[in-house]
């Protein structure tokens, strides 16, 4: 059957357009080498920027394929792969935090012990903002990430030759441990490297909002990627607008969820209006900044929330990858607002490696991403709960095609 | 989706060898046929003995005013809302279960939601004594609603207390509706086989007259799926508005921004625990162990064991950033909950909320219906002093020590706080006599037979 065919085969264009991703990511990234030397705190605050939103994508996927291995769902069937994929980008993410990791004294103002020592606040939190255990707590992060995608995605390859049925029952409880693990790294890991960049500020709902950031991109993705495969064989006869229905929905949800989280902390800050607290907002409300605020209420909210809502919208393949592109460029906005300000507290400032960056990056995910996608069936076709889905879903498309056809 | 295909290895929704005749019959024979069992005598009984008591304690309020609770400054609000909260909590459940579950096809949940729904109304109207109560005059409590009068006597609508006012009451509403709605077929099974005249009266007046026509089941389920989704915002907004009323002070351990999600995994939490605390006895003394299966009180666990974690992670943040802040009296907080004068309340806590509950990651202990039923309670304790910690520790030590307090219960406390279990208790005997406690034709599409080909919405 075709469908045990790797999805190199499958779809031979596949290499040709990684090989031309990787060589723009490259490009790109060269080019804002420039940057580097000429502004370098610029360069490493976009940097930082791209890097959140690509290595969100990726721990979205990750946590999104954990959620799918406890929940079960006909969701999950189509995206597995990709997810799967997404996830083995992870090792090169973790290289490319080195620049993270070198730039953190030109990034974090707590790395200036000058500073620190003239301040009681910072003084007081020297014990856990301090570079080496800052270093080592990223390394933990990563250990913990690149364990859990390494053993899901190796079980999950096993399950592809083997079948051995035991493997479904293994690969849930390693995602009910590893979601655990991901809610606490990302926690911390979003305290560390963002909300630290105004060490005096804190918000306990920040990992929270991070956390359902990185699924929206991861979907986004997800949602842009299944399309362009179900115009290709074989996914072309399997996914139907039911699909994309089910994910369009869970899109809805973490939509409504990023905006609940964001209202929530805003009207807490501003009712307790504490001059620790209510800093972050007022250089960010008060300024130029404020612009970028309205978008984000417009483009990461109410536009994509009434998008949504239509059936119709979320049914078809073309509204939908624009919907999911759109939120893409919403969450990289959105990453802007919650890094750039710290930068440049009078007022907006854009450079031109906040575009270059994240682009370049993107291109070097996709990149390696697709390199991932090849290797593998586009299904996973030995995994018990999805023989039975599989098989259901075979069975709808065919009726709605038929029906199509009357 | 998956769930309704019971594949292998999962318990069914429904044992096997059911008709449907035989789920009618045995579900409306409860309400109709059957003799009441002497044991709903005795409960009721004692459940209406302290709902007395509870008249008792709110006529001698009236009577004397607030000054019979232990409420005292610094320690403004105490039992009153940790039960009025614990309460909201509990009703969580019952909209979750029935709205949210049903618009992610989750077919597991049908036999569970008609009495999660009732839960819900009947916790609704126990939280509700309490503020209304704590207002010290309940017959002005209409001042809260914005109306024109004469004394510009307006709401200040920056004030959490008043949206409270709004999420509680329409979210009795709609939760009142949804549950009506949902009755309205059965009602109609009920009319048409009561034996008594009564009964044909009363549950035919109630069903408003229901023929079971195509256009009724169409509207029908409109309706109610029009409900559903309604009913869906609800439960996240009530508690949330809930944790504002702490979370939009500036009191140390009030004031924080993870309040609104952690609340609201809370109240599911609590309302899970409490369903699960319900439908353990229940099933066993009416013999409903084919339609409340092991697959429920197993799916019911597991939302209780995320949920759980989900609030433990609300407690490390909050005692992380309380320190990560570097403001004195944020770092009191955790310190003061830890080792001081209510230690044994916060330790407590900790161990019915955190570490017991953990106990349900082993699928022994998620089959074991007595151990499951134990951890129910737990729970439910464990979300109560969850509600007391965050109150009253944070209230009796603020800012100023010479301005610190403490506040112990009086009997009034209690007997009011009992009371309201014993209202909650005699509505729900109430309900399991008189009305079917499962869906009777929800059930019936979970027979085998009643299986379409399913449609993808």
Known sequence: MVLTNTADVAIPELAGYQRRLLIGGAVGMIASLAGLFMEPTQFLQSYLMAYMLWLGVTLGCLALGMVHQLSGGGWGVVIRRPIGAATRVLPVMTGLFLPIAFGMFRLYSWTNLDLVAHDEALRHKHLYLNAPFFLARAAFYFLVWNTLTYFLNAWSLEQDTTAEPGLARRMQKLSAAGLLGYGLTITFASFDWLMSLEPHWFSTIYGVLIMGGQALSALAVLIVVLVWLSRRAPLDKIVVAAHFHDLGNLMLAFIMLWAYFSFSQYLIIWSGNLPTEIAWYLHRLQTGWRAVGVTLILFHFVVPFLLLLSRAMKREPRTIVVVAGGILVARLVDLFWLIAPEFHHAGISVSWLDVVLPVSLGAIWLGCFIGQLRGRAILPLHDPGFDEALGRILEKAKAERSAAAH | ?457
């Open chain 2, 1 to 457: 989706m998956a769930s309704s295909h019971s594949s292998q290895g999962t318990p069914p929704v429904i044992a096997p060898g059911h008709t449907f005749g035989t789920v009618t019959d045995k579900i409306s024979a409860i309400v109709l046929a059957r003799k009441t069992p002497i044991g709903w005598y005795a409960g009721f009984a004692a459940a209406f003995a302290l709902t007395l008591l509870l008249l008792v304690s709110l006529t001698y309020l009236v009577l004397k005013g607030i000054g019979i609770w232990g409420n005292n400054e610094p320690v403004g609000w105490a039992f009153d809302i940790t039960n009025f909260v614990w309460w909201i909590g509990i009703g969580h459940a019952g909209t979750l279960i029935s709205a949210i579950l049903l618009l992610l096809r989750q077919s597991w949940r049908t036999s569970i939601n008609r009495f999660a729904e009732a839960m819900t109304l009947f916790a609704v109207a126990s939280a509700g004594i309490f503020p209304l109560f704590h207002t010290g005059r309940p017959w002005l409590a209409y001042w809260l609603l914005p109306y024109p009068n004469t004394m510009n006597v307006w709401p200040q609508f920056r004030s959490p207390l008043v949206w409270d006012v709004f999420a509680v009451s329409t979210y009795a509403t709609v939760s009142l509706l949804f549950w009506f709605v949902g009755l309205i077929p059965d009602l109609a099974t009920l009319r048409d086989r009561s034996q008594s005249k009564a009964g044909r009266i009363i549950y035919g007046m109630l069903a408003m007259g229901w023929r079971g026509s195509s256009r009724h089941w169409h509207r029908y389920e409109t309706a109610y799926l029009l409900l559903a989704g309604l009913a869906t915002p609800l439960v996240v907004s009530v508690h949330t508005v809930v944790s504002f009323d702490f979370a939009v002070s500036i009191m140390p351990g009030w004031h924080t921004t993870i309040f609104p999600p952690y609340f609201v995994a809370g109240a599911i939490y609590s309302g899970f625990a409490m369903v699960l605390t319900l439908a353990i006895p229940i099933r066993a003394v009416y013999k409903l162990e084919d339609f409340i299966t092991m697959r429920h009180l197993q799916n019911m666990a597991k939302v209780m064991l995320v949920t759980g974690l989900i609030v433990a992670y609300g407690y490390m943040t909050e005692a992380f950033i309380a320190w990560y802040s570097a403001d004195k009296y944020e770092g009191f907080v955790p310190l003061n909950r830890l080792t001081g004068p209510y230690f044994l309340a916060y330790w407590s806590l900790i161990l019915c909320n955190v570490a017991i509950p953990q106990l349900l990651w082993l699928k022994r202990v998620r089959t074991n219906v007595p151990i499951l039923f134990i951890i129910s309670i737990i729970v439910n304790v464990g979300m109560w002093l969850e509600r007391f910690v965050i109150i009253v520790t944070s209230l009796h030590r603020d800012f100023l020590p010479s301005s610190w307090g403490m506040y112990s219960a009086t009997f009034w406390d209690w007997s009011t706080y009992v009371g309201t279990i014993g209202l909650f208790l005699s509505l729900l005997f109430l309900f399991l006599r008189f009305l079917p406690m499962i869906s009777i034709f929800e059930m019936r599409t979970m027979l085998p037979e009643a299986r379409v080909d399913e449609e993808a919405i």
